[in-house]
């Protein structure tokens, strides 16, 4: 085995920077409309808060200051998402320099997160708070090993940055800390680094950058954590066996989808050299074993004793993105040759970084034949642009958080609010006229105003609904005359 330089490794990284930035491009190019997780950021950029609801806010925060920055706009959202991207990767190449003695399986560990489809696709295709917490897990990862591998006042700062962001990126990234401080505790030859006094420097950081969020967390804890509780523990009227037995069950079908490919992929490559390999071990195979066996056991625990009946595999990304490394660090242990093996895993490499941003643009720009159209295929933008000829809107109000910030792309400098998010109310005396938009889908759906929006008119403005108009406009890459219908109406009221 060669012992690696850094300078050995930068292709990788330089490879890893045309490949976000071919993404940023495929995104720009795909289609002007926004989905779920990009249309809420941009709603919520409108205001700044210690928190949004039932996602932490790193994301938004670091969203926030980017449109204060440079505008809100498509491109200010692929940039941020694909910086963090590339960062993450690169954090995660770092670690694998450290840890790995030969420089093949530092490209192939790093580049391995790529065979993750949670990883390579969804995180593209609209994810944004995963997003967050890989990243986060990816500076905490790097930080963490280097405190136990060459252990320094800067090191401990790095593990206390990436905790106090995971943090802030998702709930559940807490499992990771404390998997790797269990499974660090239970070496002998490691324990010191966690009696360390610099660990105090790793919990004052992360504490500082979480405060401000545990402050609004005390008040707000029940909205903060319903919607996902009730998506965890949502097994009808399943009897507790049943509940247990669908909770496990899910989790198994959640590591599959998560893992099944990279391993694949580590199977074809390595060949009949990879099962001798999984033998093998070395201290860090072992700390990342305990790591995993913790995450399990912390995983059973909540659907056991938690009422946890759907367990989704992007929320094993904490804990699974450690997966090629593992493989690697197996493969490094076993004295496996690498140069054949390296051949061909780049060559898997190149078929993904081709057939995602492929798949992405395909999967859009597809319904000009199929006639499916997916939400990037909606018309946002050119609906507005039709509705502002009839009269310039001073705010508007939206049928749901989706298409409010799919109009605020287009119009920054208009209040936009949206039903299914009350925790924005800016003062709209004297701001007339008011629009309202909301989406109507194909299959004979109403019209009419919907209730909901009836309803905040009478709750907040003291107002009955308004005669309500429908707009035809066509879809992105139309099939025939194919079009989406929105239904609008004009509100020429103050809100006195």
């Not at 109507?440 to 919907?450: D, H």
């Amino acid at each position: 085995m060669i012992k690696t330089g850094l300078r050995d490794v930068r292709w990788i990284f330089v490879l890893l920077a045309v490949y976000f930035t071919l993404q940023v491009g495929v995104r720009l190019a795909t289609s002007h409309s926004l989905d779920l997780d990009e249309a809420e950021q941009v709603f919520r950029s409108q205001w700044l808060a210690a928190g949004y609801g039932p996602q932490p806010p790193f994301y938004n925060w670091l969203q926030y200051a980017v449109f204060r920055f440079a505008g809100v706009s498509l491109v200010a959202l692929s940039v941020v998402k694909n910086l963090l991207l590339f960062s993450a990767y690169l954090l995660y190449g770092l670690t694998a320099h450290l840890i790995l003695r030969d420089k093949a399986l530092v490209a192939i560990a790093t580049l391995g997160l790529l065979t993750i489809p949670q990883m390579a696709f969804e995180m593209q295709r609209d994810l944004t708070h995963t997003v967050a917490v890989f990243f986060s897990a990816s500076i905490f990862f790097y930080g963490f090993i280097r405190s136990l591998k060459q252990p320094s006042l800067g090191s401990y700062l790095i593990t206390g940055i990436g905790i106090g962001f995971g943090l802030l990126a998702k709930y559940n990234f807490a499992i990771l800390p404390a998997a790797g401080l269990i499974a660090a505790l239970a070496d002998a030859r490691l324990r010191p680094r966690i009696f360390d006094r610099r660990l105090v420097l790793t919990a004052v950081v992360a504490l500082i950058i979480v405060l401000p969020h545990l402050f609004w967390l005390k008040d707000n804890l029940d909205f903060a954590t319903a919607r996902t509780l009730e998506k965890m523990t949502a097994s009808g009227d399943a009897s507790y066996l049943m509940q247990v037995t669908m909770g496990v069950s899910s989790l198994v079908l959640a590591t599959l989808s998560f893992a099944g490919l990279t391993v694949a992929v580590f199977a074809i490559v390595f060949g009949k050299s990879l099962r001798p390999a999984l033998t093998a071990g070395s201290e860090w195979t072992r700390l990342i074993e305990r790591m995993l066996l913790v995450f399990l056991i912390g995983i059973l625990l909540l659907i056991v004793f938690g009422g946890a009946a759907g367990i989704k595999d992007r929320w094993l990304v904490p804990m699974l993105f450690i997966l090629p490394l593992y493989f690697c660090l197996k493969i490094d242990a076993g004295g496996v040759v690498t140069d054949k093996a390296f051949r061909r895993f780049m060559a898997v490499v190149a078929v993904i970084m081709i057939a995602v941003p492929a798949a992405l643009y395909g999967s859009v720009a597809a319904a000009r034949f199929t006639g499916h159209y997916e939400r990037l295929s909606r018309p946002y933008a050119t609906m507005l642009e039709s509705l502002r000829k009839q009269a310039e809107p001073a705010a508007i109000l939206a049928g749901d958080s989706l298409l409010a910030g799919n109009l605020r792309q287009d119009i920054p400098g208009v209040p936009v609010l949206s039903v299914d998010y009350p925790g924005f109310r800016p003062d709209l005396s004297g701001r007339q006229p008011l629009l309202l938009v909301w989406l109507i889908p194909p299959k004979g759906a109403s019209e009419g105003l919907p209730r909901t929006m009836a309803d905040w008119l009478q709750a907040n403005l003291g107002v009955s609904a308004p005669e309500t108009s429908v707009i035809d406009v066509p879809y992105f890459y139309q099939r025939g005359d194919d079009h989406y219908r929105f239904g609008y109406a004009w509100l020429h009221r103050s809100a006195e």
